[in-house]
């Protein structure tokens, strides 16, 4: 019998994918399409393994998952545009949904948050000749009216977002469920988000009639993931002037001008760091972390993100379990899933005055991201730093 959190757990999982997880009663009654399309090989695979995700049944046939959503344009999914400023225009528009069901993930970590997203107040910046200007529009590149703080928290990189879809379909309890999903260039998914209350269905429908793609058809150009660059040898880099730059920084968010300065990836930092400032911890620790943190009700900061954008949650967090192959956190507003088998290191990072724990995959690549929660400009919990000291070190 299944435990009450496996139950749990699998609900969750599907929510995100239920606008292309359409169940086996449901596709019977939708048109069948032609011998050998994408659209009736997929709905074959639904008939027999109805409960995988759409993720997973693109990898099964071979495809990307935008290329298997786009299968369904004209039966409930339609494509919207995403020339110019059109990702950044939608997700302004976004802001008047209400609420909804935000949710981001990269290979082995999804975060999911309901809530209504904050839209910025407006402030006239004026002032300062063409160099401020330039600085004030590298500021709004990326911004799309809100999410900076409160529930939908999310940071942007708009020039990854190439395909877009809204989708109305029945989900798997046969109630009408309304998303906008968007993808990166190679077909990734980037950022879903679903809408949770009646009120926004009208603003939902005037937003696709705006941003209606005027192609609607399965056909997308889908290009290739870029392969990962490679990493310097660590004999190439200059450590001694490198770790002078670490211990120079005043603030966290330097540290992205200084990977890009002395050329290192991420986890290669953290490897040639001055001593003491990024130990390592196994990747189970991330079940200390996130149990002692419900525990002891300590606000932590998780981010989750592809190339794309990145998910922000702060708070407390009251419920974790695992599920098979994943850890998770399942609250009613919150839920975290970390596939477990993907994580291949973690560390306990300070820079700039500021303590975190991160988690890397089997690919080098950032699956998660874990902070104290702590006001502007004040000292960080010391419930916080002795949380992350607490972690178990490995060599």
Not at 104 to 127: C, F, H, M, P
Not at 218 to 226: D, N, V
């Amino acid at each position: 019998m299944k435990s009450k959190f496996a139950v749990a757990l699998l609900g969750s999982l599907l929510i995100c994918q239920a606008s292309a997880a359409v169940s086996t009663t449901v596709a019977a009654k939708t048109p069948v399409a032609p011998a050998g399309t994408l659209a009736q090989r997929w709905a074959g695979l639904r008939a027999e393994q109805p409960k995988l995700t759409a993720r997973e049944a693109a990898r099964t046939l071979g495809v990307s998952e935008a290329e298997l959503l786009a299968s369904g344009t004209g039966q409930g999914v339609t494509r919207l545009k995403t020339d110019g400023d059109g990702p950044r225009e939608i997700m302004r528009r976004a802001l008047d949904l209400g609420t909804v069901l935000a949710t981001t993930r990269n290979e082995y970590s999804v975060i999911e948050r309901t809530g209504v997203a904050s839209k910025l107040k407006q402030q006239e910046e004026t002032g300062g000749g063409a160099e401020a200007d330039t600085e004030r529009a590298a500021r709004q590149r990326n911004i799309a009216g809100g999410y900076l703080g409160g529930d939908i928290d999310l940071r942007f990189h708009f020039s990854n977002w190439k395909h877009a879809f809204a989708v109305v379909q029945p989900g798997r309890d046969g109630a009408i469920a309304r998303s906008l999903q968007f993808f990166d260039a190679s077909g990734t998914s980037a950022h879903k988000i679903y809408l949770k209350n009646e009120a926004g269905v009208a603003v939902f429908d005037k937003l696709v009639a705006e941003f209606r793609h005027a192609e609607q058809n399965g056909a997308l150009a889908i290009a290739a993931a870029a392969p990962k660059p490679a990493e310097q040898p660590d004999a190439a880099i200059d450590v001694k002037e490198f770790q002078l730059a670490w211990k120079e920084m005043t603030d966290v968010h330097q540290f992205n001008q200084i990977l890009g300065e002395f050329k290192l990836s991420r986890e290669q930092a953290l490897r040639l760091a001055p001593a003491g400032q990024a130990e390592r911890v196994a990747p189970l620790a991330v079940r200390k972390l996130l149990d002692d943190a419900t525990k002891q009700k300590i606000g932590i900061m998780v981010f989750v993100g592809n190339e794309a954008v990145t998910q922000i949650f702060s708070g407390t967090i009251d419920k974790t379990a695992a599920a098979g192959d994943w850890y998770n956190v399942l609250d009613p507003a919150f839920n975290l899933h970390l596939r477990e088998s993907g994580l291949k290191s973690g560390w306990v990072v300070k820079r700039g005055g500021v303590t975190s724990v991160e988690f890397f995959d089997n690919n080098g690549e950032l699956a998660v991201t874990f902070f104290g929660v702590r006001a502007r400009a004040a000292p960080q919990p010391q419930a916080w730093l002795d949380l992350a000291q607490s972690l178990p070190r490995v060599n």
